[in-house]
């Protein structure tokens, strides 16, 4: 028996019948093509999955799709706005962020999250925000440095802003 | 003007694509009417299979097919394995188990389906009658009288032996003031690349044409090996390795699934998709290291090493994958370290076990040797009452030895082991990290320094030395537009070379590194290469299109002569220009021309420049090689040159890592206090990504000392089978790495450079492992097995109070 969802994924709605067991990442990558959000475990152990959802990041294969249903999800393809991208992002570039790129979404996602609730983070909270994201390749210390990064931007940003 | 390139830290040019989830891993690419495979596997780690029944499966809606072993087998070749040795016993392996299982995880059965979804339930639904029979698990056990074989037809669980070294091991030992012996593990590691294995497989039935894009790091030579598994012409065979997301040496294979996901999408005629699960990604993608093994050290009074004897016990799991057998063999080529030892021996024995088949692990067998080498040092040291560093300065060769040749086999090209430890430990402040040590054990506090000085083996290697090839290629093209595209035999993973080579080429041919597009990994595209392991791409691949570019520029050249009319004039190239350098005469009458500059008016309206400083650009001589209506007469036209680089030896990058640790004495946990690491991989093209490369294997290592172990229980169980229990590092229990570099060039290939992918994995291990013991040295400890867990820390440490009371 399929269920009717209606969730608004990087501001476009989408009216849909999922199955009630397909998973919120599934749904993402399937129906909506959206193949930026990566699956690395479908435990919830890696964060390769991570999205926002109503600005709160979660691991998507924790999620059904219709647990979704009303509910505005960003993934990593919405999170450039107006093709400029977002300083997390430039972050991840300019350190060195990434080497294979397959946890970056997730774990760019889990960054913009942590900047968020923190435009200020030490070393030590980054990482502690972080601990659900693996990465295999990069040692962490160049995400690091990246969310660090990330932050200055921001902060010049609100600083011209005001 | 054009930018230099190499040499900085240039932003990397895949990127962009990747931090905005635009990338195509296997699982991005969709394709219409796309079927999907889902795996039954074994849950026993040795039985044999009385029946299959697939009849529920093959009734679930959305169902196409159900495979079996009988339907298979003796349709598609058995899984390759290249790692050639004597007397070496190589079991059949067939991509999906008929008989007998021999590990959990092996795969039994395939369901394609309309979706994963169905294919899932209907494989829930096999019927699988097993007969357990019992295990062998422990690779020195099973070589034991008694033990259940595993395959019975050679009567035995060893698989080969090997002896290899040189000098008089005997007489060394013998001749040393003191031996001493310890036994060494090098646990079982799962690669865990972030990103599973997965396979997409088109069909064409009209054209006969099969289409593969599947997450490997050898487009080329899985190609190959599964053309001839299924028996279908190479040469219609595309095989696409896209975005892969990690492989650490667990893609340097050839796996049953490919090739099966390829027989059945001819069966079906239609696409088919596996995407594998981290469960089976623990289960059934190789796992590395795994290791026992007997180290015997002789040393001199003044603490000089006389000889080094290495026994050892490789667990090869129950089958062969692409390399197998031939890990081990590289753990006996590095056993010399970086030191001087006249004597050297290693006796391997391979042993089948009841699991997942070992195979080239980042570091690949050298981890183990570096191990096992930097442990042996450290014992004599602690033996000797002297100081770790003191001991490894007594046995280094000078600058001045090199090409130095060791009692392996081997000629380092070249190495200033003095020159990288030296900088360690000026960095660390070693002299001082030691006096604050002595005072903070007064207190009663247990700190640790380790330090591990580690040569390496890269650039893999010449063909002589390699199972199937060691050179490598490039082609590069300029076309018409004068953009460059350079296509590589390797098949970079994260490494970043699509950026270094950009790098390269940009500089090389005067061009922004913008114009500069490097492609990979398509074997419709790309002339064949070997591919991205081994830490060969820079040094081999690296090099490959350097002499392609110097190859089309020699080309370039003539043209360029032909199209200035240079007659008895020279032809140089500079800054993506080719110039008539002037005849001599002319030359010191006419003062130099300048070039107009854009926008300098004075510049701007200079006449052109006589023919003394005429010039044609890059981009002239592309046009003009492609529309072949000036040549010089005979040249063929277009603009472009393949080369293939054989190397005349490997590389053997270096350095010295330092870690200082402190450990709570209440709960044993460890504590890094520093971590500093000075390694030389030769010349650096991008330093940022060199540094990326360091730190990521710094941590792969710091995840074998400390956390990680693939651990099967007595029956053979998989227990650490998800990222739960296999403990990946995760980002708070990791040093700050603080990084620095010497540059000792190497002459094996014009640009001087190494290779550096894995010296993370190899330097890291022993220097962690020795803080800690250094650490618990004041309790007595001198050697700890890895991975060295809290408790086991904690228990030594609770077992010295009890004993102190
Ligand atoms: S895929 Fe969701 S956490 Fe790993
Ligand atoms: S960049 Fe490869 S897993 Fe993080």
């Known amino acids: ?162 | 003007m054009a930018e230099n390139y190499v040499g900085k830290r240039v932003k990397r040019t895949e990127d962009p694509r990747l931090i905005q989830g635009l990338a195509h891993y296997v699982d991005d690419i969709k394709l219409p009417d796309t079927l999907h495979a889902v795996f039954l596997r074994s849950i026993y780690a040795h039985a044999r299979i009385k029946s299959v029944d697939t009849s529920a499966a093959a009734k679930v809606p959305g169902v196409v097919a159900v495979y079996t072993g009988k339907d298979v087998s003796a349709k598609i070749g058995p899984v390759p394995c290249a790692g050639a040795l004597p007397d070496l016993k190589t079991p059949d392996h067939r991509v999906l188990a008929t008989n007998k299982v021999y590990f959990v995880g092996h795969p039994i059965a395939v369901v394609v389906a309309e979706n994963r979804y169905a294919a899932k339930d209907a494989a829930d639904l096999i019927q699988v009658d097993y007969e357990e029979l019992p295990v062998a698990l422990d690779e020195e056990k099973a070589t034991q009288p008694g033990s259940p074989v595993i395959h019975e037809q050679f009567g035995t669980n060893v698989a080969y032996k090997l002896t290899a070294g040189e000098g008089d091991i005997e007489a060394a030992l013998k001749s040393a003031d003191k031996v001493i012996k310890q036994r060494i593990l090098n646990q079982r590691l799962a690669p865990i690349a972030m990103e599973p294995r997965g396979v997409l497989v088109r069909y064409y039935p009209g054209e006969q044409e099969l289409t593969m894009w599947t997450s490997t790091q050898i487009p080329h030579l899985a190609r190959t090996q599964i053309a001839l598994m299924l028996g279908f012409p190479e040469n219609k065979f595309r095989l696409i390795a896209p975005e892969v997301g990690g492989g650490f040496g667990s893609k340097l294979n050839v796996y049953a699934e490919e090739a099966l996901l390829g027989w059945i999408a001819m069966q079906l005629n239609r696409p088919v998709k596996w995407i594998e699960s981290r469960r089976e990604n623990i289960q059934a993608t190789i796992h590395g290291r795994g290791q026992t093994g007997y180290l015997e050290i002789g040393y001199k009074k003044d603490g000089t090493i006389t000889g080094l004897r290495y026994n050892v016990f490789a667990d090869l799991g129950s089958y062969f994958q692409l390399l197998t057998p031939a890990i081990p063999t590289l753990t006996g080529l590095m056993l010399s370290g970086c030191y001087k030892i006249p004597a050297i021996q290693i006796n391997v024995t391979g042993v089948f076990t009841n699991k997942m088949a070992t195979d080239a692990y980042r570091g690949a067998g050298r981890p183990e040797a570096t191990y096992v080498v930097e442990r042996a040092l450290d014992l004599v040291a602690a033996d000797m009452g002297k100081d770790p560093v003191e001991v490894r300065r007594k046995n280094f060769p000078a600058p001045s030895e090199f090409p130095f040749k060791t009692a392996t086999g081997l000629f380092y090209d070249s190495g200033n082991y003095e020159g990288a430890l030296k900088k360690a430990l000026d960095i660390s402040g070693y002299h001082k990290l030691r006096d604050e040590q002595a005072k903070a054990r007064k207190e009663g506090r247990l700190i640790g320094i380790g330090v591990s000085t580690y040569v390496e083996i890269c650039a893999l290697g010449p063909s002589q030395a390699m199972p199937a090839g060691g050179w490598e290629s490039a082609t590069v093209r300029i076309e018409p537009t004068g953009k460059v595209t350079v296509l590589t035999g390797a098949s970079p993973h994260g490494q970043g070379q699509e950026t270094s080579f950009a790098q390269l080429a940009a500089d090389q041919l005067g061009v922004h590194i913008n114009d500069v597009t490097v492609i990979h990994g398509d074997t419709s595209i790309v002339q064949y290469g070997i591919g991205t392991f081994g830490s060969r791409a820079t040094a081999v691949g690296g090099t490959a299109v350097w002499y392609a570019i110097e190859k089309l520029k020699e080309k370039a050249n003539k043209i360029a002569h032909h199209l200035l009319e240079a007659g008895e004039g020279k032809v140089t190239f500079k800054d993506g220009k080719f110039s008539v350098e002037a005849p001599k005469v002319k030359a010191a009458s006419v003062p130099e021309p300048v070039l107009p500059a854009a926008g300098m008016a004075p510049g701007a309206s200079l006449p052109d420049p006589e023919p003394h400083g005429k010039h044609v650009s890059l981009q002239d001589v592309a046009l003009a090689a492609h529309l072949a209506k000036s040549l010089p007469q005979d040249m063929e036209p277009g603009l472009s040159a393949t080369y293939f680089f054989e190397p005349k030896n490997f590389t053997f990058p270096f350095g010295t890592h330092i870690a200082v640790v402190e450990i709570d004495r209440e709960t044993g946990e460890i504590h890094f206090q520093r971590y500093v690491a000075v390694d030389d991989c030769g010349k650096v093209i991008n330093p940022m990504l060199v540094d990326g490369q360091v730190q990521g294997g710094i941590v792969q290592a710091l995840g074998q000392a400390l956390f990680e172990e693939v651990v099967y229980d007595d029956q053979g169980q998989l227990v650490s089978g998800t990222l739960m229990d296999y403990a990946v590092p995760r980002a708070s229990n990791i040093p700050w790495m603080e990084l620095d570099r010497t540059e000792t060039p190497t002459d094996v290939n014009p640009m001087g450079v190494k290779g550096v992918g894995e010296a993370g994995t190899i330097g890291a291990t022993p220097a962690i492992v020795a803080a800690v013991v250094d650490a618990l040295s004041p309790l007595g400890v001198r050697h700890l097995d890895m991975p060295i867990k809290p408790e086991t820390v904690w228990r030594i440490i609770g077992k010295n109070k009890t004993g102190a009371a």
């Not at chain 1, 435009?119 to 030590?124: F, G, H, K, V, W």
């Open chain 1, 1 to 162: 028996m399929k269920t009717k969802i209606n969730v608004t994924v990087n501001g476009v709605s989408h009216q849909g019948e999922v199955e009630p067991r397909m998973l919120l990442v599934h749904y993402l990558r399937d129906a909506l093509n959206l193949t930026g959000t990566h699956i690395g475990c479908e435990t919830s152990l890696c964060g390769a999955c991570t999205v926002l959802v109503d600005g709160l990041a979660v691991k998507s294969c924790t999620l059904f799709a219709v647990q979704l249903d009303g509910s505005k999800v960003t993934t990593i393809e919405g999170l450039a706005a107006e093709g400029k991208l977002h300083p997390v992002q430039e972050g991840f570039w300019e350190h060195h962020g990434l080497q294979c790129g397959y946890c970056t979404p997730g774990m760019i996602m889990t960054a913009a999250q942590i900047l968020e609730r923190n435009p200020d983070p030490s070393d030590e909270e980054i990482r502690h925000g972080l601990e659900g994201n693996l990465c295999r390749c990069t040692g962490y210390q160049h995400i690091v440095q990246a969310v660090q990064c990330a932050a200055k931007k921001m902060k010049s940003k609100t600083a011209v802003a005001r």
